[in-house]
């Protein structure tokens, strides 16, 4: 079973509007890595935040994480077409490997 | 620098034929990855190897899928028989120890 569950499952916004989604999982990690995968393409690597970081920027990403609660949040801002793709989050225990269930993020133009 | 490859990209079979995929990783990348990704869901990791050795093999269904890493490059990933349910995409991803992976294109899978 994936450790990672992405919430919403899917989420539909204008272009310019900032758009949220949160990663929630099970056990200890090392770190939390954050991909974009568009659709019927390989998945691209965002933006990695270890265990002993609470926040990190890229560009117009923002990440949180909050290991006492497990979760995770990816925000971008000021949304573009472009950013149109699915969003998922993985985790490093250290022995395994997890992706979550992924986010469908719709920007619409 | 070239990227993850994998090859073929597509491949249709019928069901209890033999598959392989094949994969090139980054140049200097000494672990590679093996996922499965069914439509609408995140990839499920298969297998994991750290230069030769496969680290994390526990989600491989070892009674039909095989894989083999020669020489801490290549990889190649095995279905024999092949059954209709493991019709998918399967990724391959490459990384300098375990932080950032790259992947490939994926290669889709049809079993009919």
């Known amino acids: 079973s994936q450790q990672g569950e992405e919430d919403p499952q899917a989420l539909s916004i204008q272009e310019g509007e900032n758009a949220t989604m949160n990663c929630s999982y099970k056990?200890?990690?090392?770190?939390l890595q954050w991909y974009r995968q568009n659709s019927g393409r390989g998945l691209v690597h965002l933006i990695l935040?270890?265990?002993?970081?609470r926040e990190k920027h890229s560009g117009r990403l923002r990440v949180t994480l909050d290991t006492s609660k497990k979760s995770s949040s990816l925000l971008i801002t000021a949304s573009r077409a472009a950013d149109t793709a699915s969003y998922f989050c993985?985790?490093?225990?250290?022995?395994?490997?997890?992706f979550g269930t992924g986010t469908s993020l719709t920007v619409i133009p | 620098e070239a990227g993850v490859v994998q090859s073929p990209r597509y491949k249709i079979i019928e069901k209890k034929q033999p598959v392989a995929f094949w994969c090139n990783p980054i140049?200097?990348?000494?672990?590679l990855y093996w996922y499965l990704q069914n439509l609408g869901q995140g990839p499920e990791l298969l297998i994991r190897?750290?230069?030769?050795?496969?680290?994390?093999d526990s989600q491989l269904p070892k009674d039909r899928f095989s894989a083999e890493r020669l020489k801490g490059v290549d990889s190649t990933l095995k279905i024999q028989p092949a059954e209709l349910g493991d019709s998918a995409v399967y990724l391959c991803?490459?990384?300098?120890?375990?932080?950032?992976?790259?992947f490939g294109p994926g290669t889709r899978l049809t079993v009919l």
């Open positions: 991803a490459s990384s300098l120890n375990t932080d950032t992976q790259y």
């Open positions: 056990t200890s990690i090392n770190n």
């Open positions: 993985a985790t490093d225990t250290g022995n395994q490997f997890y």
């Open positions: 935040i270890r265990s002993n970081e």
């Open positions: 190897y750290e230069n030769e050795e496969a680290v994390d």
């Open positions: 140049s200097g990348h000494n672990t």
